[in-house]
């Protein structure tokens, strides 16, 4: 095996830690060691976070006041949410094309789908964001915490109806079986008890998290071999204690940032004991997997297929630009199947060879014509259908199948900012553009060549010439890997 | 047969210009097995949203029904006729003509234990065919083609007629094919810079390496396209169709079973059923779309002797309450009844006992049939597939095949 030179050992990495970074960073980074960079991705440049918000919490009511609301009102609060939604899917979007700490982002759309949730409100979608990109790198335990206080995952999991007379399984059975141990690692049983210690743990009409001592059930509990008087916070803790929620969480983070087809299960025991005696410390496990030689084997390289909000933003990332309608990018989430804050269920998107059948594949070579040649849009996602029916808010999940449907046979309008982009190729001899282009945005290729890129290439101008070779070669499958 | 004889040739004939022009491995793949006559085929129907079985199949007799809904129960005198205690919506004109004539079979209280009125979560169980505590990632249709086309080179024996591809026709190493248009799809996916990029890869098959996934993938599509672009040339529909989306769709599922082309299943949504507001008018079209679509589609398979080798059938994620709610619409409920249309069913008319509306679990239909053994019939008794490996449990068979 030829050895992995260090220019795509560095694309490699920043792939996986972020969403990709153009050559100028690339050769920036070649001067510094492993340690310096890797240093640098997991800290970022600033420490304070800002906050991807749309709205404010004055803004919306609280949720106990829309039942008292006459038609209209509630019409005007449906408005505010689906516009929120939509807004605050931008709204991030942008925040991973503009990032400055890409990890933190790629880390958040990994828990994005490991806490997969569910809700119309868009300020309980705004606050768990929030919750998840502040704890992104920091610690599962608070992290696992703070996710399972949030209103929109206890509604989701119908913990508000979790009650010492009348327990609720839904909410401690997700806990156990996606987010901490995974299946087959406790019994009926324990879910049994376990959902009796979160009994009474809810939240209040401004959207804060309760402990209803009213309804909790505080008598004795066994489960997983312990017994006590256990309380929801006590509960999250013994799944800590279990080893097996640092492999399950370890093997799902090596699946997502080093190999999803073959799982180096001696590495990952290695990782999850380390990650273990840590405490949970996230940003620990990810350094030790992105310091280690065998981070960067050629197996690992270019295997991963990008979820199609990594193939948007990557695209975003290389080449500056603004959408006519910036909703379009939800258009494109919808068409290749993955829409921020829809999971298609609890367990998240799956991932891996599921983003690819034959109509996703054609479309994702087609997009970057589509969005450079501000070609028309010719094909619809499937409908979003609401979540829970019972309530009103169907309509708010309607309305958003109409306003993209609206979008469909439009022209992409956006506004590139090319010469940024061409700026970068200014030194590179023009017969070796092609092979720099190609090795710039591909970090695996096995069909793109020069002979080839030239045939269809307009080299009318140099600039004409970069241009044609980016958007050929961000249509080839090697493209949609990372 | 001289028409057939017409077809062979159109169909021989475009294959060697195609092939001419094919990159020497996918040659291959253009040799696709032509289906012998007789070959049976599945078309899903999937009424999406959750439709309102209750206003479906109508118990005109129950006073229980015309209590729990005094607004949106339909008239005894409206409803079309089935049995003594049963009736027909009355935009179903044309499939009563098939129920009477023992064309159509209605299940009815089909569902599966632990019921979710998710709509996302229910029509996920639907199309995985899991128990509602499972979380599956592949779709009955997709194993269906797991098992069965182990070594194929095409995805065309599954095709869904849509822009994207239903979970239920995704499997583990095989998917199926959606396409809204089969001339488009041709046109989208053979770009000359796609085919000179599959000359230039070189493959190396190895299984856990994506960059031959997508390469095969994408050869897959063009030679996929290639060939049902073919077929469809082959046979055009005398009988107009309904100019709705499922009229249009219809009308390109007849036209390939017309042809030679391999496909088994064809995949198709109609909606959107979620009647929470104003349900009847919005029923009523909807109802009104599926029987103009589907009757013109079987009086086009009656004429070509194709009636009898395919199954129509219709489900739902949900069906709805038992009562309506405050806005002339109902909630997600439970239970559902199903359609089976087609020339090859052993047992006709109502196949099963009514909705029983005195044994309710609040408020809601208990399911009696399990969803999963119509999948185990139609998999096992018309498709003539492994429907134990697929589904993964042994379930039941009903004996409407």
């Known amino acids: ?482 | 047969m001289l028409i057939l004889n017409r077809r062979r040739f159109l169909q021989v004939g475009s294959l060697a210009s195609a092939a001419t022009l094919m990159p020497k491995f996918l040659k291959a793949f253009e040799k696709g097995q032509l289906v012998p006559p007789g070959n049976k085929v599945l078309v899903v129907i999937q009424l999406s949203g959750g439709n309102d079985g209750l206003n479906t199949v109508i118990p005109y007799r129950n006073d229980i029904y015309y209590k729990m809904r005094p607004a949106l129960g339909i008239k005894r005198t409206e409803a079309l006729s089935l049995t003594d205690d049963w009736g027909l919506h009355p935009s179903f004109t044309g499939l009563k003509s098939l129920y009477d004539d023992g064309s159509m079979g209605i299940l009815n209280s089909v569902g599966y234990p632990n019921p979710d009125r998710s709509h996302f979560r229910s029509m996920d169980i639907w199309h995985t065919g899991s128990e509602s505590k499972d979380f599956w990632n592949t779709g009955w249709i997709g194993r269906y083609l797991d098992a069965q086309c182990k070594g194929c080179d095409k995805p065309t024996q599954a095709l869904e007629i849509d822009d994207t591809l239903s979970l239920a026709m995704k499997g583990e190493s095989a998917k199926g094919l959606a396409f809204t248009d089969p001339n488009r799809l041709y046109n989208t996916s053979n770009g000359n810079y796609f085919k000179d990029l599959l000359n230039a890869h070189a493959s190396h098959a190895e299984e856990h390496n994506n960059v031959d996934y997508l390469y095969k993938t994408m050869a897959e599509t063009i030679s996929s396209a290639t060939y049902i672009q073919q077929q469809f040339k082959t046979y055009q529909s005398k009988e107009s169709y309904p100019n709705t989306a499922l009229g249009r769709d219809m009308k390109v599922i007849s036209e390939l079973i017309m042809s030679d082309i391999n496909t088994k299943v064809y995949y198709v949504s109609h909606g959107s059923f979620d009647t929470h507001v104003g349900q009847q008018k919005q029923q009523e079209k909807l109802f009104q779309q599926l029987d103009e679509a589907v009757s013109v589609f079987v009086q086009d398979l009656k004429k070509n002797n194709r009636f009898q080798d395919v199954m129509v059938m219709t489900f739902s994620e949900f069906g709805r309450r038992v009562g309506q709610n405050a806005s002339g619409g109902t909630d997600h409920g439970t239970a559902n009844n199903m359609f089976l249309i087609g020339g090859g069913l052993q047992k006709k008319g109502m196949l099963n006992e009514g909705a029983d509306l005195t044994d309710l679990q609040d408020g809601d239909l208990k399911y009696k049939v399990d969803f999963k053994s119509v999948y185990a019939t139609l998999l096992n008794k018309w498709l003539s597939a492994d429907d134990k490996a697929i589904l993964q449990q042994q379930y039941g068979y009903l004996d409407f095949i």
């Not at chain 1, 906050?51 to 039942?67: H, W």
């Open chain 1, 1 to 482: 095996m030829p050895p992995v030179s260090e220019k795509l050992q560095l694309q490699h990495l920043a792939w996986r830690a972020g969403f990709g970074e153009p050559l100028p960073v690339i050769t920036k980074w070649t001067d510094k060691r492993r340690k310096e960079i890797v240093n640098k991705i997991l800290i970022g440049k600033k420490d304070t976070l800002d906050a991807v918000a749309v709205i404010s919490e004055s803004d919306l009511p609280d949720y106990r006041k829309v039942k008292d609301m006459n038609a209209e009102q509630r019409k005007q609060v449906q408005q505010m949410n689906r516009q929120g939604v939509k807004d605050l899917n931008i709204a991030w979007t942008h925040t991973m094309i503009n990032s400055e700490h890409p990890l933190r982002e790629k880390m958040a759309l990994f828990w994005h789908g490991h806490f997969a949730c569910r809700t119309q409100n868009v300020l309980y979608n705004q606050q768990l964001l929030q919750v998840i990109r502040e704890n992104a790198l920091g610690n599962f335990g608070e992290l696992l915490s703070a996710v399972s206080k949030t209103p929109a995952m206890l509604s989701f999991l119908n913990n508000q109806q979790n009650r010492k007379q009348h327990p609720n399984e839904n909410f401690a059975r997700e806990v156990m079986e996606l987010f901490t141990m995974g299946r087959g690692n406790y019994t009926e049983k324990d879910i049994k008890e376990a959902a009796r210690a979160f009994t009474g743990w809810g939240f209040d009409g401004s959207g804060q998290f309760v402990f209803r001592e009213r309804i909790h059930d505080d008598g004795e509990k066994e489960v997983l071999g312990k017994r006590g008087n256990f309380n929801g916070d006590d509960m999250l803790q013994i799944l800590l204690d279990n080893k097996q929620t640092a492999h399950y969480i370890t093997a799902k983070i090596y699946r997502f940032f080093v190999n999803e087809t073959t799982v180096d299960d001696a590495k990952v025991a290695m990782l999850a004991d380390k990650f273990y005696h840590s405490g949970y410390d996230i940003k620990s496990l990810m350094r030790e997997i992105f310091m280690a030689d065998w981070f960067y084997n050629e197996q690992h390289i270019g295997n991963r297929i990008k979820s199609p909000v990594e193939l948007l933003v990557g695209l975003r990332r290389s080449i500056p630009m603004e959408f006519e309608k910036e909703e379009v990018m939800l258009l494109f989430q919808g068409i290749l199947g993955q829409q921020l804050f829809y999971p298609p269920n609890v367990a998240g998107w799956p991932g891996g060879r599921s983003w690819i059948d034959s109509s996703s594949l054609m479309f994702r070579l087609r997009m970057p014509q589509v969005i450079l040649y501000s070609q028309e849009l010719r094909t619809k996602p499937k409908d979003i259908t609401p979540e829970m029916g019972e309530g009103q808010n169907y309509k708010m999940t309607l309305e958003l199948n109409d306003s993209l449907r609206r979008l469909y046979a439009r022209r992409v309008n956006a506004t590139i900012n090319w010469d940024a982009y061409v700026q970068d190729y200014k030194d590179i001899p023009r017969e070796r553009l092609a092979d720099e282009i190609a090795g710039a945005l591909l970090v695996k290729n096995s069909g793109a060549s020069k002979p080839l890129l030239d045939k269809y290439a307009d080299s009318s101008t140099r600039e004409n010439y970069i241009k044609t070779v980016t958007i050929d070669v961000m249509s080839t499958p090697e493209y949609q890997l990372c």
